[in-house]
């Protein structure tokens, strides 16, 4: 099967697996090029209000596949720095579940998320020191945002490969899980995610992000939305809330 990238939305998660087992789920120029696609379909879908980016199988993912260096390096960073910075921009909260390998390119995508859980096994690298390249600017500056700049210069000055629980002493990932319970875990807390209220998140998320200029877009949003009265009444009656905002969708 040709390497690629598949989905699926269930229960209101959609769910991005990196499909290139041959490589360990390298990924491919294709694969770099058709995310920003995919993910503004899904960012446009209704029914999404959560993503979850994984690897198919035991590993997350092994990198960029290093063939793809062979012609244009400039070039091949740009595609990952695009899919980085769209992944970065979905809407939604994103979720990375590691297993694995999550190295190079793997952990480019893996920081541009807004969580990580990481099953215990799981190795975590930054690697183009290993090859001589430059490591984008956008992406050491979220790395240093994650781990400090203290690890950052670690991971990026030696290439090493750390583990789970170094990673979560660190901050490069939020939880780790015992082997076998990854996908439950996710699945809960998934559940968790499109409970509550998507303007919570999507304020949270910009501001989190270092979006200083939407203050008053925001205050006017949850004035209009209703969703704090309809908060605080479901808290008093004792049952699930309905929130009624919902991230806008172009088209």
Not at 134 to 154: E, H, I, M, N, Q
Not at 233 to 251: D, I, N, Y
Request: include cysteine; charge should be neutral.
């Amino acid at each position: 099967m040709e390497p690629q990238l598949e989905y699926r939305v269930t229960d209101s998660v959609a769910t991005v697996v990196i499909r290139h087992p041959e490589k360990r789920n390298a990924m491919t120029a294709a694969m770099w090029r058709s995310l920003p696609t995919l993910l503004e379909e899904l960012a446009g879908d209704a029914a999404v209000r959560a993503l979850v980016l994984t690897g198919e199988g035991r590993t997350f993912c092994a990198g960029a596949d290093i063939s793809t260096l062979r012609g244009s390096p400039e070039e091949a960073q740009g595609l990952a720095v695009r899919a980085e910075q769209a992944l970065a921009a979905f809407p939604k909260p994103t979720l990375a579940a590691i297993r694995g390998h999550c190295v190079g390119g793997g952990a480019q995508l893996a920081a541009a998320c807004d969580l990580r859980f990481a099953e215990e096994g799981a190795l975590f690298g930054v690697t183009p020191a290993k090859l001589g390249i430059v490591y984008p600017a956008s992406s050491t500056r979220r790395l240093v945002s994650l781990v400090g700049p203290a690890t950052a210069k670690y991971l990026l000055f030696s290439g090493e490969l750390v583990d789970a629980q170094r990673a979560l002493r660190t901050g490069l990932v939020d939880e780790v899980l015992p082997g076998g319970e990854l996908g439950k875990r996710v699945a809960e807390f998934t559940r968790v995610l499109v409970s509550r209220s998507q303007l919570t998140q999507a304020a949270a998320k910009e501001f989190a992000d270092g979006r200083t200029d939407r203050d008053a877009h925001w205050t006017g949003q949850a004035r209009a939305s209703g969703d704090t009265a309809e908060g605080v009444a479901a808290f008093l009656e004792r049952r699930q809330p309905r929130f009624g905002w919902r991230v806008p969708t172009s088209g």
